[in-house]
């Protein structure tokens, strides 16, 4: 009966499907490149402030979990025994289900790389981050370490059970499985949870990528939608996932947005009070420039050597002067006959 069934499930990857064959890759090429921004926004950062450490834990065990979910399920082990059978194409076109999940567990575990690679556990003396908060506001490098280790004893923890179950009982394979996609949607719902009060609590968006959320908001709500078109109603727990995550995630990028261009305007704001009053006249000259006659050179110096440069450039200034009337102490030219009665 079970090769059978693998038969005819070698026999419907065979029938190629050109238009679920075009749309799983562009939702492989998609989440890849979603995940791109957020990757270069914490290296040319050099720091992961701002990205909660338990929306970092939370992803990337809830990724783990999807993603041994789907190799174990009894379907994904058929595809891939499907291929000893199959072409190279239609081999890829009924993978790319298990290469969706691949790209976004590879992805995420990623960023909980650049995060332990880039975390700063005293960012306050940090001239090139001004916008950090004081240090209690930061997670402490013991948070940083307890999301290591618990993320990574959550995989050795799946890979262990799978070896386990998979070379001393295989029939339960399947409920393992199912374990691990529960699991991969629990942790999924509530992964935005501390990511939402750490952005809220900060008030700025910190290493945390507005463009790959831009990408994957809507994307989660197509992904959503697509599942609903071919599994309906009844597959509500598949789809509602997504339209939870999509959601929450949504809400996380109004909140960056938001305070994104509050710090902007804030910025335009300080700047602008920062500079000097300036009182232009119409000829141009300024009231905080000292002109080359000033008889108060001392009012426009911020110091004894940038008086003495005022007075160098006038003497200077006076020097080349060529208008008479306009040399200090001079009224006209000594040189010039002012006689009116020569013939």
Same mark, same amino acid.
């Given at each position: ?27 492989? *090429? ?74 976004? /567990? ?34 402490? /490098? ?50 935005? *949870? ?41 597959? /509500? ?107």
């Amino acid at each position: 009966m079970e090769s059978l069934f693998s038969a005819d499930r070698c026999e419907k990857l065979r029938d190629l499907n050109v238009v679920n064959l075009i749309v799983s890759s562009v939702i492989v *090429v998609g989440m890849l490149i979603s995940y791109l921004p957020q990757h270069f926004r914490i290296i040319s950062r050099g720091t992961s402030e701002g990205i909660s450490p338990y929306f970092i834990l939370l992803g990337t065990t809830s990724a783990t979990s999807a993603f041994a979910n789907i190799l174990l399920l009894p379907q994904s082990r058929q595809d891939v025994a499907c291929c000893k059978e199959l072409e190279t194409l239609h081999c890829v076109a009924g993978l790319l289900g298990i290469a969706q999940l691949g790209v976004q /567990w590879i992805c995420f575990t990623f960023i909980f790389v650049l995060f332990l690679v880039f975390f700063r556990y005293n960012p306050a003396h940090d001239p090139d981050n001004e916008e950090l908060g004081e240090e209690e506001d930061q997670p402490r /490098w013991q948070t940083a370490l307890l999301v290591a280790s618990l993320t990574l004893l959550h995989g050795l923890a799946v890979i262990l059970v799978t070896g386990i179950l998979s070379t001393l009982a295989k029939d339960h394979l399947e409920i393992w499985a199912n374990v691990l996609g529960v699991m991969a949607a629990l942790l999924a719902a509530v992964q935005y *949870v501390p990511q939402i009060w750490t952005t809220y609590h900060l008030k700025h968006v910190g290493s945390l990528s507005i463009p790959m959320m831009c990408i994957q908001t809507p994307g989660g709500f197509l992904f959503a939608a697509s599942l609903f078109a071919r599994l309906g109603l009844a597959g /509500w727990s598949s789809w509602g996932i997504f339209v939870l995550t999509a959601t929450m995630q949504g809400l996380l990028l109004y909140l960056a947005i938001y305070y994104e261009i509050q710090s902007r305007n804030g910025l335009v704001s300080s700047t602008i009070d920062s500079l000097p009053p300036s009182h232009l006249h119409a000829n141009g000259f300024d009231d905080d420039t000292p002109g080359r006659y000033t008889s108060h050179p001392e009012h426009y110096a911020n110091s004894p050597d940038h008086l003495q440069t005022i007075l160098d450039r006038q003497d200077s200034d006076a020097a080349a002067e060529t208008t008479p009337l306009l040399k200090p102490g001079g009224i006209g030219d000594p040189h010039r006959n002012f006689d009116t009665n020569r013939g």
